[in-house]
Nanobody
Framework: VQLVEPGGGLVQAGGPLRSSCPAS????????MGWYRQAPGKQREWVST???????NYADSVKGRFTIARNNAKNTVYLQMNSLKPEDTAVYYC???????????WGQGTQVTVSS
């Protein structure tokens, strides 16, 4: 399974940005799709996940500003980022995790830069 993330973007603080990540094929059985990010000099951190059933979870740092969604028919996960802050600047990675086979796949990462 390959996850392809289109290019990120440069946005001013307070602005919106939408990321998408299509998977090359559907994962058999239940799965979780999500987003993680890694800022310079920091460890990769979890941002948000959505199950194949539509249940969502968010890190406290993005709750109320980011919205995750997935289209199971298109094998795609989306991340709508609103009210962006400079501290949101990071490389964002999408992830697809199959629960039956305990497999995990990562996108190549996309740079999101928020200017103050």
């Amino acid at each position: 399974v390959q996850l392809v993330e289109p290019g990120g973007g440069l946005v001013q603080a307070g602005g919106p940005l939408r990321s998408s990540c299509p998977a090359s094929r559907r994962m058999p059985g239940p799965s979780i799709m999500g987003w993680y990010r890694q800022a310079p000099g920091k460890q990769r951190e979890w941002v948000s996940t959505v199950t194949s059933g539509g249940n969502t979870n968010y890190a406290d740092s993005v709750k109320g500003r980011f919205t995750i969604a997935r289209n199971n028919a298109k094998n795609t996960v989306y991340l709508q980022m609103n009210s962006l802050k400079p501290e949101d600047t990071a490389v964002y990675y999408c992830n697809l995790r199959g629960l039956l086979a305990a497999t995990s796949y990562w996108g190549q990462g996309t740079q999101v830069t928020v200017s103050s």
